[in-house]
């Protein structure tokens, strides 16, 4: 679809740089909190005894926080060149038939076939952020809670069986891994649940 100058278009663009801030607010978020864990994590390295369960632990946790930091920077400033200009990101773009349709009419009032997706959207997008947002938060404690028992079980010397040793490990490590893809969730449920307008042009 060819760049357009309209009312409809001009809606457009302000709900796709909204859409985009949502991510520097949340996302940014989450970027600062992986840099805070990758320094947390950089300290404890070095503090911790050579050798060791803890010192490999944080030097892991170390690693990986600062390469998804990374990562999630990159992401950040791709967002901030859709933020400054919409119109580029916009370009050669499909549009789902409903937001198609409101586009060439013009208007900026959205169209009812289009606001009906939008309540659809809603309808299911909004819950799905919050809950996203409270499994998050009960994983990430569970994940610190099990990688915790089990420094403090290595540092000790506490007796524990191996099977069940083994077991917490895995927990902490399939832990871990939900909630980065839980961070991705939340993110992507707050840019739906705060920016409709432009996800559902696109996708219905």
């Not at 994590?41 to 030097?59: D, N």
């Not at 690693?63 to 920077?73: D, F, H, I, Y």
């Not at 191996?162 to 839980?182: E, H, I, N, P, T």
């Amino acid at each position: 679809m060819q760049l357009l100058t309209s009312p409809a278009y001009d809606l457009l663009l302000a709900a796709d740089r909204n859409f985009h801030l949502v991510f520097l607010v949340v996302g940014g978020l989450f970027m600062l909190l992986l840099f805070l864990v990758c320094v947390f994590s950089w300290v404890r390295f070095k503090r911790a005894p050579r050798r060791t369960f803890e010192r490999r632990t944080f030097f892991s946790f170390g690693v990986v926080s600062l390469t998804l930091s990374l990562l999630m920077a990159v992401v950040y400033w791709a967002n901030v060149t859709s933020v400054v200009n919409p119109r580029q990101t916009l370009s050669g773009t499909t549009f789902s038939p409903a937001g198609e349709a409101w586009l060439q009419s013009g208007s900026a009032q959205i169209s009812p076939l289009l606001q009906q997706a939008i309540d659809d959207r809603l309808a299911w997008q909004r819950p799905k952020a919050i809950i996203c947002s409270v499994l998050l938060v009960a994983i990430a404690t569970l994940t610190v809670f099990l990688w915790r028992t089990l420094i403090r079980q290595s540092t000790t010397g506490t007796p524990v069986r191996k099977l069940s040793r083994w077991l917490m490990l895995c927990a902490g490590v399939l832990s871990a891994g939900s909630c980065l893809l839980l961070m991705v969730m939340v993110i992507g449920n707050a840019e739906g649940a705060f920016a409709p307008l432009f996800l559902t042009v696109l996708y219905g």
